[in-house]
């Protein structure tokens, strides 16, 4: 998992390691349990983010379309299982990532990451 560590950190978007740190923060979370929550958080946000691309690629390839409310019939039900499939991947992450965070952090901690974790850019600011 070590070696791994660096590869993972070094793929992670600025928005994940901004988001981490947030989290972090706000958890007051030690050093060593933040080494050990590090390549899992960005494995989780990796995942996550491949969930919510299920729905979100199939919606920005049909964007000026669903602005102009010119969807067809056909694609609406395209973006509709989408994003029901979309959904149902989150939470299937969200689920497995549970566990997983279970592992490092207590029942209490994990519910605080999650929520920690889902404030908007906003609210990370401190606007």
Do not use: C
């Not at 740190?21 to 080494?35: E, I």
């Not at 549970?98 to 999650?114: H, M, S």
């Amino acid at each position: 998992m070590i070696t791994l560590t660096p590869s993972l950190l070094s793929a992670q978007s600025e928005k994940d390691k901004e988001r981490f740190a947030y989290v972090v923060a706000q958890m007051k979370l030690p050093k060593d349990v933040k080494a050990k929550l590090q390549p899992v958080f960005y494995a989780y946000m990796k995942e996550l983010h491949a969930a919510k691309d299920i729905y979100g690629n199939l919606k920005d390839k049909n964007v000026t379309a669903i602005r102009k409310k010119t969807i067809t019939p056909e694609l609406a039900r395209q973006l509709n299982t989408a994003r029901w499939r979309s959904d149902e991947k989150v939470l299937e992450v969200r689920r497995a990532y549970t566990q997983k965070f279970g592992t490092i952090l207590t029942p209490q901690q994990v519910y605080y990451l999650f929520s920690y974790a889902n404030d908007s850019k906003n609210k990370r600011q401190g606007k």
